[in-house]
């Protein structure tokens, strides 16, 4: 068990670029998901997937996110035509689904638009 | 929509002391999960502990435990005998409950804890 993995831990991109992430969830997990935490606040949902199938989006997930899961293993998070806005630290966590189901959170992604 | 609400910012606790950090929440579910999360400093965040809500009894985990008042929509945390690795972050969490299973977490904005030698 290595644990949630996250590459790059940090990102600077100027505005309009793209930025893609990567999120390797612990191998026996099923479930697979996306938070973004600003600074001086909680984490907040963007996605989830259940295997490669995603399951919800929320509203803050733009049309300029998409995120994939092929094979229901790792996963990506793609950005496109960044804003500053869009600058924050973005979690990925996995977990087993079930009645114990707990999240085990990566140590981010951090994003700065520049 | 579910909300959740952790009104101190930061607080401090001196080494072995005990501290109480609040968390309310504002829900119509009546099954849901509820959580204790800790961030340290430049580190990833894990879980504490948890609560389910269809049980009366108070989680505990060692040092942390839990005040679960369902109807006051109220879930605290305490730390007892405090220790300067408990120096972190802290976000209570919730999750609905959708027939065992968990969904996606809902956030507080944290409290931050400090422990003083």
């Known amino acids: 068990d290595t644990g949630v993995s996250q590459n790059p831990r940090h990102k600077i991109t100027k505005r309009g670029q793209n930025v893609t992430f990567r999120c390797d969830p612990i191998?026996?997990?099923?479930?697979l998901y996306w938070y973004r935490q600003t600074l001086g606040q909680g984490p907040e949902f963007l996605t989830y997937f259940q295997n490669e199938a995603q399951l919800e989006k929320s509203r803050l997930l733009s049309d300029r996110f998409s995120a994939e899961r092929p094979k229901g293993s790792f996963s990506t998070l793609e950005i496109q035509r960044t804003e500053q806005g869009d600058s924050a630290m973005y979690l990925c966590a996995s977990s087993l689904a079930g009645v114990k189901e707990t999240q085990y959170f990566g140590p981010g992604t951090r994003l700065l638009v520049l | 929509a579910q909300t959740v609400t952790q009104s101190q910012p930061e607080m401090s606790v001196q080494e072995a002391e005990t501290v109480t950090l609040s968390c309310t929440y504002d829900?119509?579910?009546?099954?849901?999960?509820l959580f204790w999360y800790k961030q340290p400093p430049s580190r990833q965040m894990i879980l504490v502990i948890r609560?389910?809500?269809?049980?009366?009894q108070n989680a505990t985990e060692n040092r942390f435990s839990v005040n679960f008042q369902k109807a006051a929509k109220s879930f605290s945390l305490k730390i007892s005998d405090s220790q300067l690795g408990d120096t972190a972050m802290y976000f209570c969490a919730f999750s609905r409950n959708y027939g065992g299973s968990q969904g996606n977490l809902i956030f507080g904005k944290g409290t931050k804890l400090s422990v003083k030698p």
């Open positions: 609560q389910e809500a269809y049980k009366q």
């Open positions: 829900t119509s579910e009546n099954n849901y999960y």
């Open positions: 191998s026996e997990h099923n479930r």
